[in-house]
C-alpha cells in the first residue's frame, strides 16, 4: 500500500470515526442504533490502528492534529470501553514507532499528557489502565520537563504519584482475582512510575543520597537523589510486591519484575525506614471511610483503594463496587492481602491493630526459591542445562536480567537496615552452619552464591550476589552510605572484607575483593567491628572457610606390622623392577638390603 493511498484510507476513518462521534452525542438515538454506532466506531478506530503499525501510518497520526483528534475520540467514546481503548493504542503504537510523537503529543495544542494523566485519574478498568500508563511511559521516556508537572501539579485534585498510588492498590487487588488485563496493566504503569522515580531526582536535585551527588562535576545517575514527593510510591508498591502470587514454572516474572525494579530506585533512608521495616496498619471499614484528603503528600493514610476510588473523581469515599468485582470469596481473599499491607505513614502512633512487615522474609525467599529453581541441587552455573532452562521459560530474558534486580533490593535493603542485614547474615550463612565440606559445593542459597561468584555466563549476577555477601558483611552505616568514603582504604571496607573472609573463605571471594581494590587477604576482623565470631571460628581454614580437622595421633605399630608392611613394600617394588617400570638401581627396598637398613 502506497503512503497516499494510506493517507486516503486514513482520512475516510477519521470522517468515519468523527460521525460516529457526533451520531452518539445525539439523544434521541434509540438503544439499538447506539449499539450500533458504537460497534462502528470500534471497528473503525481498529482499522486506524492497524493502519498505524506501518511507519507511514504512524506518521501521518503521529502530526499534532490527529493526535488531537484521536485523544478528543478516546474521550468521547468513554463509555465504550472498546472503541476508547482503541483509539488510545492508536496514538500508543504511533509513539512506540517514532520518537518525534513522544515529544508531539506533549506540545501545548496537543495536552496528550494531561488529557492521559486526567483519563488515567478517573479510570477503574484495566484495559484504560494498561493503555493509558503505556502512552504515560513512552511520553515520559526522553525524560521530558512535563515530568516536574506530573509530580508536584495536580490533576482533578491529586498528583501523578497519588493516581499511580490508587491503581496499584486497585491493580494488586484485581490479579489476586484473576481479573483480565490487570497484570499488564501493572507492568505499564510501573514502567510509568519508574520513569518519574529515574527523572524527577536529578531534576530537582534535592536530598543527596552519595557522595558523588555533592560534586557538581558528576553527572547524575539513579540513585544520586530523592524527592519526598515521590514517597508515595514506596506503600502501594511494597504491598504489590508482598502480595502478587508466585508464577510456574519461573517464579519472577511481570509484573513481579517491574516491582522489584520500582523498589530498587526508592532508598531506604530513616525517613522511609518505618515504611520499609515498620508495622502494616490493617483498616477498619469504618477508618477507610473516613480518610482524609489533607495528608496526601508525606502521609498516607490507611488505604487499600480497594471498592472505592480514592481519587477526586469520587464524590464519597465509601465502600462502592468497583467495575473490577471478582467473587466475595476471591475479594475477601484479595482485601485481606491488601488491608495487611496498608500502613500509616502518620508520624503519629497507630490506633488500629498492627502486624509485623514481611517485605525482608518475602525478598529472601523470593530470592531462595528463584536460585533453587535455576540452579537446582549442587549444578553448575554455567552448565548448559541452566541456560536452556532460562530459554525456555523466559525467552526474552538472560539469567541476569532476571535475577540480579532481586539480589541488588536485598543488598539495598541490607545496607539501609542494620538489623536486616545481620538477619539475612544468618540466613546465608549460619553460625551453626556445617563446614565439614566444601562451601561453593552446598545444595543451599551460599552454595547457589559462591558458584555464581565464578560465572562466566552471568557477569551481572556474579558481581550482583559478591555485592549482596558484602552488604550483609558491613558495619553499620557502611558502604553504600554517604557516611562512607568508597575506598579500599576507608575502614568501612576493610572490616567488610576482613568479615566476609572469616565467613566464607578469601579463596572463595579473592577475585571479587581484587576487583574492589582489596589484592590480598585482609586481617582477622578486629575489635571494631560490631560482628562476633561464633565460638568454632578458630577451627575455620581462613581460605577454605571449611573445618580443620586436627590430625589424630596414631599408636605405634609394633614389630610383627612393620614387617608386614615391609614385606607388601618389597613385593610392590619388586613387581616394578620385574616389569622395567623402575631400574634396579632405583629400587628403594633393594638399595635398603644392601645398605643393611632392613636386617
Given amino acids: ?93 504511533a509513539l512506540f514507532l517514532l520518537d518525534q510523537a513522544r515529544s508531539t503529543i506533549l506540545e501545548k495544542e496537543v495536552d496528550g499528557g494531561v488529557i492521559a494523566i486526567s483519563m488515567l485519574q478517573k ?64 507492568s505499564d504503569i510501573l514502567k510509568f512510575a519508574f520513569n518519574l522515580l529515574l527523572y524527577y531526582p536529578k531534576m530537582v536535585r534535592s536530598e543527596p543520597q552519595t557522595l558523588e551527588a555533592n560534586n557538581p562535576d558528576e553527572t547524575a545517575v539513579l540513585g544520586d537523589f530523592w524527592s519526598s514527593k515521590l514517597d508515595g510510591l514506596l506503600a502501594p508498591t511494597l504491598r504489590a510486591f508482598t502480595s502478587l502470587p508466585l508464577t510456574s514454572p519461573n517464579p519472577i516474572t511481570a509484573p513481579l519484575t517491574h516491582v522489584i525494579h520500582t523498589l530498587i530506585t526508592i532508598p531506604v533512608t530513616s525517613e522511609l525506614r518505618p515504611i520499609w521495616f515498620g508495622t502494616n496498619v490493617i483498616a477498619s471499614p469504618r477508618s477507610s471511610t473516613s480518610n482524609s484528603p489533607k495528608h496526601a503528600s508525606r502521609s498516607q493514610t490507611p488505604q487499600p483503594a480497594v471498592g472505592s476510588n480514592t481519587n477526586s473523581d469520587s464524590p464519597a469515599r465509601t465502600s462502592q463496587p468497583t467495575p473490577v468485582s471478582p467473587k466475595p470469596s476471591t475479594l475477601d481473599r484479595a482485601l485481606s492481602a491488601i488491608a495487611a499491607g496498608a500502613r500509616s505513614l502518620s508520624r503519629s502512633p497507630p490506633t488500629t491493630n498492627t502486624t509485623p512487615t514481611n517485605v525482608l522474609q518475602r525478598t529472601c525467599d523470593l530470592l531462595d526459591t528463584t536460585l533453587s529453581h535455576f540452579f537446582p541441587d549442587d549444578v553448575d552455573v554455567d552448565d548448559q542445562s541452566v541456560r536452556d532452562r532460562c530459554k525456555k521459560e523466559s525467552p526474552d530474558n538472560s539469567l541476569d536480567d532476571l535475577l540480579s534486580p532481586l539480589v541488588i533490593l536485598l543488598s539495598r535493603i541490607c545496607s539501609g537496615d542494620e538489623t536486616s542485614r545481620v538477619r539475612v547474615r544468618q540466613l546465608v550463612i549460619p553460625d551453626d552452619m556445617d563446614r565439614s565440606a566444601p562451601l561453593e559445593g552446598r545444595a543451599d542459597i551460599l552454595g547457589r552464591i559462591l558458584r555464581l561468584m565464578s560465572s562466566v555466563y552471568q557477569p ?3 558481581d550482583a550476589v559478591g555485592e549482596l555477601l558484602f552488604a550483609i558483611c558491613e558495619s553499620d552505616g557502611m558502604p553504600t552510605s554517604i557516611h562512607c568514603i568508597p575506598s579500599p582504604k576507608a575502614d568501612c571496607y576493610t572490616i567488610a572484607a576482613s568479615i566476609l573472609s572469616a565467613l566464607v573463605g578469601y579463596g572463595n571471594v579473592a577475585g571479587f575483593l581484587y576487583n574492589k581494590g582489596i589484592l590480598s587477604a585482609p586481617a582477622a576482623p578486629s575489635g571494631s567491628s560490631k560482628y562476633t565470631p561464633p565460638a568454632s571460628a578458630a577451627s575455620i581454614n581462613p581460605i577454605t572457610g571449611t573445618t580443620v580437622n586436627p590430625k589424630q595421633d596414631l599408636p605405634e605399630m609394633t614389630d ?40
Fill in 560 to 599: 610383627e606390622e612393620k614387617e608386614r608392611e615391609a614385606e607388601k613394600l618389597f613385593v610392590l617394588f619388586d613387581r616394578l623392577e620385574k616389569t622395567g617400570a623402575i631400574p634396579p638401581n632405583q629400587n628403594p627396598m633393594r638399595k635398603a638390603i644392601q645398605e643393611g637398613k632392613l636386617g
Fill in 1 to 93: 500500500m502506497s503512503f497516499a493511498r494510506s493517507k486516503g484510507s486514513l482520512s475516510e476513518l477519521w470522517i468515519q470515526a468523527s460521525l460516529c462521534q457526533r451520531s452518539a452525542a445525539i439523544p434521541s438515538k434509540s438503544s439499538f442504533n447506539f449499539m450500533c454506532i458504537a460497534l462502528d466506531a470500534a471497528q473503525a478506530l481498529l482499522a486506524v490502528k492497524e493502519l498505524g503499525k506501518i511507519p507511514a501510518g504512524s506518521e501521518f497520526l503521529s502530526s499534532p492534529t490527529n493526535l488531537s483528534t484521536l485523544l478528543a475520540l478516546a474521550t468521547s467514546f468513554k463509555d465504550d470501553v472498546e472503541a476508547s481503548s482503541e483509539a488510545l493504542r492508536a496514538i500508543a503504537n
Fill in 123 to 186: 479510570t477503574s478498568q484495566p484495559d484504560h489502565i494498561f493503555v493509558l500508563s503505556r502512552i504515560l511511559f513512552l511520553s515520559t521516556v526522553p525524560g521530558p520537563s512535563f515530568i516536574k508537572n506530573l509530580v508536584e501539579d495536580k490533576f482533578h485534585g491529586n498528583t501523578a504519584v497519588e493516581i499511580i498510588a490508587a491503581k496499584l492498590d486497585l491493580l494488586t487487588v484485581g490479579i489476586l482475582a484473576g481479573t483480565k488485563m490487570a497484570r499488564e496493566a501493572m
Fill in 460 to 462: 551481572r549476577l556474579k
